[in-house]
């Protein structure tokens, strides 16, 4: 595994049947002049049935795993559900203590797919949603679906439709997306847990031996994973040339094998990355997913 992030620690304790990899932030929260309020904490009783609005990216996703432990420390026995799009529908259901995923699937990418899907959560009867999402869209959602309590931030003109709504102050955009969000809940009533994002795989290492069968018949090298791709194309993407490179330097120091991923859009990115390489680079794109 290959992670780069200078804003970030991590420490691997390996398990007879998993790895957990936890990533602490090297930044401490600004906080002075942080002051989240909201008008009413989120009821102690009563929440039987909590809906969690998850963000729309895999990055960000990662970022709220630990408001969503501060929303489940609070809620021990509370059945938690998380609404999210494939496929960081991936990253909930490994890395959470949710009860249900729920997918935002593309046909409710409409006006009336929508109502559609509000229509589909008030079939659930959820007592509460907190929105990690910033947009009104999720307000709507949750105000359509008849739930009760629905907090978030006052973000994109919502607020008339949150009964929980929590003004952002200047300090709390510029603190780390972990506090964005962790703070939220907080400001909630929610638990103050570890920052602290313990990203378990549930796969055991056997299963995780026969995958990799399937792609390194040897299976003797170590291996470093690459995901080249990115939503927005060039405006967000390293070059394809200097990919190539930082992984033929890092498979002949380390001696190992270098795998590409991503979804299926980035199979011809990584494709390009393959062909700049020197050394011989498997492209897995768009045949795997995050949980195998």
């Not at 929440?47 to 969690?52: A, E, G, N, S, Y």
């Not at 629905?150 to 973000?155: L, V």
């Not at 780390?176 to 994002?197: F, N």
């Not at 498979?251 to 990584?270: H, K, M, S, W």
Request: aromatic content about 6%; overall charge positive.
């Amino acid at each position: 595994m290959a992670l780069a992030a200078s804003a970030l620690e991590d420490k691997t304790h390996s398990g007879p049947e998993n790895k957990i990899l936890i990533l602490k932030s090297k930044h401490k929260l600004p906080q002075a002049g942080l002051d989240l309020k909201s008008k009413h904490k989120l009821p102690q009783a009563g929440l039987d049935k909590i809906l969690i609005r998850g963000t729309n990216w895999i990055g960000d996703a990662v970022m709220t795993l630990p408001a969503i432990a501060s929303v489940r420390a609070a809620y021990p026995r509370t059945h938690l559900a998380i609404l999210a799009k494939p496929p960081v529908t991936d990253v909930y259901r490994l890395f959470s203590a949710a009860d249900e995923i729920i997918p935002y699937e593309k046909k409710f990418d409409t006006p009336l797919g929508v109502f559609r899907l509000a229509h589909a959560l008030k079939q659930k009867k959820f007592d509460a949603a907190i929105l990690l999402q910033n947009a009104i869209e999720a307000a709507i959602i949750a105000r359509a679906a008849g739930i009760r309590v629905r907090a978030g931030f006052s973000s994109d003109g919502r607020g008339i439709l949150l009964t929980h709504a929590i003004r952002r102050t200047e300090a709390i955009f510029n603190t780390h997306q972990i506090d964005y969000y962790l703070e939220m809940v907080k400001a909630l009533g929610c638990a103050d847990v570890d920052r602290a994002m313990h990203l378990e795989t549930y796969i055991s290492p056997a299963d995780a031996k026969n995958v990799l069968r399937q792609y390194l018949p040897e299976g003797d090298r170590n291996i470093i994973g690459i995901a080249p791709g990115a939503t927005y194309g060039p405006a967000k993407r390293w070059l394809a040339e200097r990919f190539a490179a930082a992984g033929d330097q890092l498979g002949r120091d380390l001696n190992a094998q270098v795998i590409l991923f991503g979804g299926n859009d980035d199979r011809e990115t990584a494709e390009q990355v393959r062909a700049h390489a020197q050394s011989n680079m498997i492209n897995l794109a768009g045949r795997t997913s995050l949980g195998c």
